[in-house]
């Protein structure tokens, strides 16, 4: 069974604090791993990572996969107030529908002033 | 360009109501996608539709039923809620670059 587990749950921290959050995965016929934003609505894409070792930047956030070890990270460095979200992982896979995506629970981030 | 819009917002419904959830969008996907949020359980997967007039269950599909009629609209019907339908449903589609796009969400509560 497919599956995406995400630590920590839950994580609290101070403005200025750099945080690394964790995915594994087990993807039959994996495709990409994707990493999303979800404030009080609907997730929004960060970033789509499919091969290892590359790193994919976007101001204070990166994230790289590793496909032997079947991990990712995302990092955040100097986080804000505005941080403060729940960020999905999720592994795409070669589906019978051009993919589909697995989800992981999430990681529920609180960044205190 | 609207993107992919849901309606309603919210529905609050008794036990054993029926509904329909409504999805469209404007950006000419093909797949579009039916997942449900509760606390603690991420987003799980209902029904999804790889293209107009096919559809496929998810990992959650029990209780659920949809409809593709058109390549732009895609619904969600519960034909007797439950309680345990109480959920978020987020419709979603999923271009070839994997960038998934989510409606705003559907806060339903089934009394």
């Known amino acids: 069974e497919d599956k995406v587990v995400q630590s920590p749950l839950s994580l609290v921290v101070h403005e200025g604090d750099t945080v690394t959050l964790n995915c594994s995965y087990e993807v039959t016929n994996f495709r990409s791993l994707l990493w999303y934003k979800q404030e009080k609505k609907a997730p929004t894409f960060l970033f789509m990572l499919?091969?290892?070792?590359i790193e994919k930047k976007s101001g204070r956030l990166s994230s790289i996969l590793d496909k032997k070890e079947l991990f990712s990270i995302l990092n955040i460095t100097a986080t804000q107030t505005g941080d403060s979200a729940i960020y999905l992982c999720?592994?795409?896979?070669?589906?019978?529908?051009?993919?589909?995506?697995?989800f992981g629970k999430g990681t529920k981030l609180s960044v205190k002033p | 360009n609207a993107g992919v819009t849901q309606t309603p917002k919210f529905q609050v419904l008794k036990t054993g109501q029926s509904m329909t959830l409504q999805c469209a969008q404007d950006m000419n996907h093909n797949s579009m996608y039916w997942y449900r949020q509760d606390p603690g359980m991420g987003l799980r997967l209902i029904y999804y539709?790889?293209?107009?007039?096919?559809?496929d269950k998810g990992e959650v599909p029990n209780g659920y039923n949809v409809s593709r009629l058109n390549k732009r609209e895609f619904s969600l019907r519960l034909e007797s809620a439950a309680p345990s339908q109480t959920s978020v449903y987020f419709c979603a589609t999923l271009p070839v670059s994997d960038t998934q796009y989510f409606g705003p969400g559907t806060r339903l509560t089934v009394l």
């Open positions: 499919t091969s290892s070792g």
């Open positions: 999720a592994g795409a896979n070669y589906g019978g529908s051009q993919g589909n995506l697995i």
């Open positions: 539709s790889a293209s107009e007039g096919t559809t």
